[in-house]
């Protein structure tokens, strides 16, 4: 996939290793814009999260959303009848 910044790359990534979890918006900021302006920081969360919304749809992605709960204070990004190479990858042999 080919993402318009690296920082919804990232944050998409870092979802997607929390998959099906709540991820409060607060960790995300601090994870991912620890120096940003208080005023700043979420919009910049909401454009990345849009990106990524905006990228998984480009490419045609069933089965992966985001959620976010009342008054955003976090997101989910909800994962159904996808195969993750990586999660094949790691889990042993049967």
């Known amino acids: 996939m ?4 690296s ?6 990534a870092y979802m997607l290793e929390h998959k099906n979890e709540m991820i409060y918006r607060d ?3 601090e994870l991912f814009w620890p120096e940003s302006d208080i005023d700043k920081a979420p919009k910049q969360l ?17 089965g992966v959303g ?7 204070s976090g997101y989910k990004l909800v994962v159904e009848n ?7 990858w790691l889990s042993p042999p049967i």
């Open 2 to 5: 080919k993402w318009r910044t």
């Open 82 to 88: 996808i195969v993750v190479d990586v999660e094949q």
């Open 66 to 72: 985001i959620s976010s709960t009342l008054l955003s």
């Open 27 to 29: 960790t995300i900021l």
């Open 46 to 62: 909401y454009t990345a999260i849009y990106t990524i919304r905006k990228t998984l749809k480009n490419y045609g992605v069933e």
């Open 7 to 12: 920082k919804a790359k990232e944050l998409f």
